[in-house]
């Protein structure tokens, strides 16, 4: 396992909120159904192309093993009344030698304050020191936050499989 398990860096939002963005933790999976818990119907859809809050034990298994890798995961966690809740996550999982898909959530009532293009940000750069040649994101084209965050770090559309998605890429090298 890379350095990278052990990533960690406090941020703020636009609205001053501090959040930690950090690697995935084996501990995490509570945390993430409850993320999913508290984010709503079509957020879901957004993210998973579906309306789905259960996953079965293989899918569990594929979010939370992840080994820095080929398979990087980052959650942005804030305090909110006491606690440490989970309110974001991101990740890129490669697909091929050099390039990697990208996938983000954020719950609901955490939408709209930035922490997309911060887990982006750190994403992409992770990428970029793991020496991947291109990243890329397939999006529905209701998804307009998530195009508007893509479009912010220079993705650009291309063909793409399926015709009710949106394909983007970016270039790193």
Do not use: C
Request: aromatic fraction near 8%.
């Amino acid at each position: 396992m890379s350095a990278v398990a052990n990533y960690s860096v406090r941020e703020l939002l636009r609205d001053g909120s501090a959040i930690e963005i950090r690697a995935l933790r084996p501990k995490d999976e509570a945390g993430m159904l409850s993320a999913i818990e508290q984010t709503g119907a079509q957020s879901l859809q957004r993210r998973f192309f579906a309306m789905k809050r259960h996953f079965s034990d293989r899918e569990r298994a594929f979010f939370m093993d992840v080994d820095f890798h080929d398979h990087v995961a980052l959650v942005a966690t804030a305090e909110q009344s006491g606690r440490n809740l989970m309110v974001g996550a991101g990740r890129y999982v490669v697909f091929e030698p050099g390039r990697a898909e990208l996938a983000f959530l954020v719950i609901d009532a955490w939408q709209g304050r930035g922490i997309g293009s911060l887990l982006m940000q750190h994403l992409v750069n992770l990428a970029r020191a793991a020496a991947l040649r291109e990243l890329t994101a397939e999006v529905l084209p209701e998804n307009v936050p998530m195009l508007g965050v893509f479009g912010k770090f220079g993705f650009k559309p291309g063909a793409s499989a399926d015709r009710h998605t949106i394909h983007l890429a970016l270039k790193l090298v």
